[in-house]
C-alpha cells in the first residue's frame, strides 16, 4: 500500500476520534503515554494510542521521552501512566523501581527482546556454513572481506567489540575498522547486499536494516555475565569473546493506573512485537519515507491476525469493524 492511500488512511481514522473522542472520553478519560526517542518505540506507541483511542475510548496524552528520565519522572510524580520500550538493561533505576511497587512490569513490549550481536550476510552463510561461527569466521577471514565492521567511537558497543576482537582476531589477519557513525556503518550493510558481497561486523534489532536485509547471527560463544562486564570498560584486563545478553524491553505502568484502569492495562499487558514484525515494520517506513502513524496503519491493516488478540472484547468489535 502506497504512502499517499496510507495518508488517508490516517486522516480517515483521525477524523473519526476527533468525531468521536468526547462522547467517549467517559469510558476511560486522559491517558499519558511515553513516546522514546527511537523509531521502533514511536511504532509501539502509535498502535498504542491508537488502540486505546479508538477501542477503549482514553484521551491520549503523549509525552517525549527516553528510559532513565521517564522512570524517573515516574518514580517522582507518578507521570506518565504508562512507559514502553523500557530497554531496562541501560535504566539502573528500573528493579529499584520494581520491588518498590511503584511501577508494574507488564510485558515484554520486544518479545524476542533487544539483540546485539555479530553478524555475515544470510547469502554467505548459504553458500559457507561455517561462517556461522566465530571460528569459521576467523579460519576463513577473506570469505567476510577481511573486516570486522564495528561501531563508533563513543559508543559502549565499540568498547565491548574491541575488546572479543582483541581477544579473538591474532594472526587472523581480520581487521577491527571502527565507524565513524552508525550511519556509515549501515551503510556499508546496504552496500554489501547490492552485489552480494562480503560482510561480517556488529549491528542490533530490531532495527530496519536487519528488517530489510537477511542476516545470519555468527555464534561468538555464550554470554557470561562477569566476561561482558569486564569487556564493557576499555580498562578490561582479560577480554574474552561472549555473547551479548538479550536485553529485557517493557512495557510498565504506574500501580495507580494499573489499579484504576484495569481493561486498558490488560491490553498493554498483551501488546508486543516480535522483532520480526518490527523489523520488517521499520524498513517499510524506512522505505517509503513514512511517519510512526502511517508505520502504526500499516501495522494494523496488515497484522489483523495479531492485534485483535491483544483487545477486550468490546474493544476488539469497535475495532473490527473500523479496520477492514
Known sequence: MKVKHLKKLTGTLALIAAFSGNSQAAECGEVSITEMDW????????????????????TVTIVPSASTPALASLAE??????????WTNGAPAYNGLVESGKIEPLTEVL???????????TYLVDKHPELATLEGVLANPELVGGRFHNCPVGWTCQIINTNIAKASFADSGMEDFIHGSGETLAAS??????????WFGYYWAPTSILGKYPMTMVDIGPHDAATHECNSTEECATPKAAAYPKSIVTTV??????AGNPEVTDMMRNLAFTNDQMGELLA?????????????????TEYKDVWPDWLGDDAK???SALIE
Open 77 to 86: 510524580t507518578g507521570k506518565p501512566d504508562i512507559l514502553t520500550e523500557v
Open 317 to 319: 468489535g469497535k475495532l
Open 39 to 58: 523509531d521502533s518505540a514511536r511504532v509501539v506507541t502509535a498502535v498504542s494510542k491508537f488502540l486505546m483511542e479508538q477501542g477503549y475510548g482514553c
Open 189 to 198: 550493510i546496504g552496500a554489501a547486499f547490492e552485489n552480494e558481497e562480503p
Open 253 to 258: 505502568v504506574s500501580d495507580t493506573f494499573a
Open 111 to 121: 518479545s524476542d527482546g533487544g539483540v546485539e550481536a555479530w553478524w555475515v550476510p
Open 284 to 300: 517499510w517506513k524506512e522505505d517509503n519515507k513514512a511517519s510512526a502513524d502511517e508505520a502504526a496503519v500499516q501495522f494494523l
